[in-house]
């Protein structure tokens, strides 16, 4: 599984990679959240779908 962040969707709040590090983090240059393209460890999807189900604009897809 992967995580996917729709830039046009999300509004920099900063949540995602707040909760889930290992996979999103900010784009100085945009203010959007990007998602690294790596596989997502066993140990840390938990946090990847919190992070899903927690975005305030529904931009994250975890698949
Ligand atoms: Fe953007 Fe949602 Fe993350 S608004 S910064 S994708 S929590």
Known sequence: MKGFVDEETCIGCGLCPSICPEI???DNETGKAIAK???IAD???EDAKDAE???PVEAIDIK
């Open 24 to 26: 999103f983090e900010m």
């Open 37 to 39: 393209d790596i596989e």
């Open 43 to 45: 140990d840390t999807l």
């Open 53 to 55: 189900e927690q975005c």
